[in-house]
């Protein structure tokens, strides 16, 4: 009956593989001459990516959690899905600033500034890392499982891994995402096959081990103080947070899609495939009764597969694991490049993005095998050890861009991101959940704590020694407007009529009317590029390292210095946007509303400027 299933379950696998790959189109098409990934590639490219975590994180979440790591990691799956939702709402807003690929690093840097921005380089870069290295010792434990070789044998294989991967990037060999696929179908049915053969093959006293964890998660959770729950959900979330690492690199490929709706496509997606097989097959294997988890900590899902089919399928399964987590590796390396290449672009590093005849990032690839063999040298290939340093890494990388989230959405609010955005008080939410997770693991992980600290430490100092000399900023200021220039038309204009000034919001793309007695001012930040101007009377001035409420009260006491007996008419624009986010921009609206009072000399008017477009929208949002 077994083998009935798993046949007819594959069949049908293969089936709609086939007709998938008869589809036009499917992982890549040309547009506007230029080839675009779809968004089923990049969910490939991301789902190999986290579907490596499977390999390891069933042992290393039960060693820290108990039985009850597959109930938080069932409840992590359904917490990622609304941490997706998050990611998604970022590619939007950097769409919306025209920044294309960079991911969370372009957002951070957006949000936060240059300085702080290089906190961010440094947890993405420990990600990267550590996911090359508990990649690489996890590849190698998985494969030679079934053989008896010596400590010495096994770590020559991880730096032969390490190094042959980046031979392979060196000498530009990539694999495409035709391949991945491939790769993908194959790891789909070997996994189906697992899941089948476990759910038709239970262990004695399978059932009630599943109930077991459930009830030992509901006593952690209800049985003691409130305090006691707390910190018990945030020690199991903690534990097991690392079954969904690389959920960030659909982002990071932002820049290869069309849009910010494909990258909503391929968290659908994942969510749909990993994040159910994922939790599946972890609740699977931890309810084993005939399994003795302590002895096969490196090799649980290999060991596993054993269990359930034999050992030949065992050997499949130790291959998958291996090559797929040797893929892993080679995102590692490619990922961390495009990363520290657009870190040295940005900054003029020129001589660390040079590139040899096969137009490879050879220096960068050196520098990575370095670090990866240090990281695993230092830990003598302990996977226990470097899931540890992993979380922390992860976790930090979470916190920082969700903190940045909360940051932008509260300052911004919801007005220039109409086609999408989440519920700020949930990402709030999220963010103080991510950062007592990072307390908690930093504090009873202390090793991986210290190498995140020092990777900061060490990037900050450098990011603040850069940001002075080299910050893209700094070109910005010299291609920007100069407020003299206003003063010159003010001075210029007819001194019998007031002076009219238009504050313009930065996505304002209406016409300009030349007027002399009038000027248009739209203040934008750097980080996000200059926009475009619309006239001769159009001023553009940045803001930068300060606030708009304050940036513009400083140029109304530069004008009442140079105009005192001037009689000059401010126009700010009327708040179109909900009352939550007039709320959470309260701040800077207070300061607004008080220019009145502390230039009472001068005319403030708050105005809207209707048209045909906008009552048309407004129609058919009553009509919605």
């Known amino acids: 009956m077994k083998l009935l299933v798993i046949v007819v379950t594959n069949a049908a696998l293969i089936g709609l593989f086939v007709y998938l790959l008869r589809k036009k189109n499917l992982l890549s098409f040309m547009d506007g001459g230029k080839w675009w990934l779809t968004w089923l590639s990049i969910a490939i490219i991301t789902l190999m990516d986290e579907l490596t975590s499977v390999f390891y994180v069933a042992a290393e979440s039960y060693l820290i959690v108990g039985l009850a790591a597959f109930v938080f990691i069932i409840a992590t799956s359904v917490f990622i899905r609304f941490l997706s939702s998050r990611m998604v709402e970022i590619a939007h807003i950097l769409e919306h600033h025209g920044i294309r690929g960079g991911g969370v690093y372009s957002f951070s840097y957006l949000v936060l500034g240059p300085t702080m921005s290089f906190a961010a380089v440094a947890s993405i870069l420990v990600d990267y890392i550590l996911t090359a290295a508990i990649s690489t010792v996890a590849a190698v434990y998985n494969g030679s499982s079934f053989f008896s070789l010596s400590p010495v044998i096994i770590y020559g294989l991880m730096f032969a891994v390490v190094w042959l991967v980046a031979s392979l990037n060196i000498i530009g060999i990539r694999e495409n995402a035709r391949f991945t696929y491939l790769i993908f179908i194959a790891a789909a049915l070997v996994l189906m096959t697992l899941i089948v053969s476990a759910i038709m093959s239970p262990s004695e006293g399978q059932i009630a081990r599943v109930g077991e964890g459930f009830h030992l998660s509901w006593t952690g959770l209800t049985g003691k103080s409130f305090f006691d729950g707390a910190s018990f959900f945030i020690f199991g979330f903690a534990g097991v947070i690392l079954a969904y690492s690389g959920i960030e690199s659909v982002v990071q490929t932002a820049g290869l899609v069309k849009s910010w709706r494909d990258i909503r496509k391929a968290y659908i997606f994942l969510a ?137 959405r509260y300052s911004e609010g919801s007005e220039e991101i109409p086609d999408y955005h989440t519920s700020r008080t949930g990402t709030f939410i999220i963010f103080l959940l991510l950062l007592a997770c990072f307390g908690f693991i930093a504090f009873h992980k202390w090793q991986g704590f210290v190498l995140w600290a020092i990777t900061v430490t060490i990037f900050q100092i450098i990011g603040f020694r850069v940001a002075k000399r080299r910050a893209p900023e700094i070109e910005q200021f010299r291609k920007t407007d100069s407020p003299m220039e206003l003063l010159f038309r003010i001075a210029e204009s007819n001194e019998n009529e007031p002076f009219h000034l238009y504050f313009r919001r930065q996505q304002d793309v209406s016409p300009i009317t030349p007027d002399a007695n009038s000027a248009h001012i739209t203040f934008y930040s750097p980080r996000s590029g200059q926009p475009p101007k619309f006239g001769v009377n159009h001023f553009l001035f940045p ?82």
Not at 303 to 328: D, H, K, P, W
Not at 569 to 589: A, C, I
């Open 272 to 408: 749909w495939t990993v994040g159910i097989v994922t939790p599946l097959i972890t609740l699977l294997v931890l309810t084993r009764t005939d399994i003795n988890f302590a002895a096969h900590e490196d090799d649980l899902i290999t060991y596993f597969g054993t269990v359930v089919n034999g050992q030949l399928f065992g050997y499949i399964v130790g291959g998958l694991a291996s090559f797929t987590l040797i893929m892993a590796v080679n995102t590692a390396f490619v990922a961390s490049s495009e990363l520290l290449e657009r870190v040295a672009h940005r900054y003029g590093f020129h001589w660390l993005i040079k590139t040899n005849k096969a137009d490879s990032l050879y220096r960068i690839h050196i520098i990575n095998a370095t670090l990866f063999s240090v990281i695993i040298a230092i830990t003598a290939g302990s996977q226990e050890m470097l899931a540890h340093m992993y979380a922390v890494g992860l976790v930090a990388s979470f916190t920082i861009n969700m903190g940045a989230l909360v940051y932008y």
């Open 543 to 624: 803001i930068f390292r300060e606030s708009l409420s304050r940036r513009l009260v400083s140029l109304i006491y530069l004008l009442q210095y140079d105009f005192a007996d001037r009689k000059l008419e401010f126009h700010l624009g009327w708040p179109t946007s909900s009352w939550v986010d007039r709320f959470s921009t309260g701040v800077m609206v207070y300061a607004i509303m008080r220019l009145p009072r502390r230039f009472p000399k001068y005319s403030f008017v708050m105005e809207y400027e209707g048209s045909e477009e906008k009552s048309g929208d407004a129609k058919s949002l009553e009509k919605g």
